[in-house]
């Protein structure tokens, strides 16, 4: 991985945001890294190799689009982390299988197989439905709403 290959590519996902609204994903994909890191170096060392050999090469030089590719090594991390599968929530709330490219007004969340540890956000629409959002609540967050 160059400098040159991640300037590109950093510019090429700088301008999907601006054009399309949608959210950075980059900072709860740092936050699994470090996650990562302390739990499994080898997953770890395979995250980051993703990272400098597929993800940066790929999206500088090919015209794969930015955000589907980082959602893809946003599943990857999920997936190192905790395994589980992956679904695609419409703005209705109705979750389905995830499929790549998932469309930009879903939310993405993989769902690990162990019960209790919580969903982790691969990606979001630029504006979460109110379903949308009742469900990262509730699966990322942990919020419970207590009707009084």
Known sequence: MSE????EADGRLQEVLASS???????FYR????ELKS???SAYVAAVAYYEDRLIPGIATTTVDPLVAWAE????LAESLAPGRAVSVDATGCAHPYESPASRDQLV???P???????????LPATLSPAQ?????VLVSGKQRHQG
């Open 4 to 7: 040159d290959h991640t300037a």
């Open 109 to 111: 969340l993989h769902l």
């Open 133 to 137: 959002r009742a469900t990262y609540d």
């Open 39 to 41: 739990a499994d170096a």
């Open 73 to 76: 090594y946003g599943c990857m």
């Open 21 to 27: 609204g949608a959210r950075d994903p980059r900072e």
């Open 113 to 123: 197989q162990n019960q209790g540890v919580r969903a982790l956000p691969v990606s």
């Open 31 to 34: 936050d699994r890294l470090r």
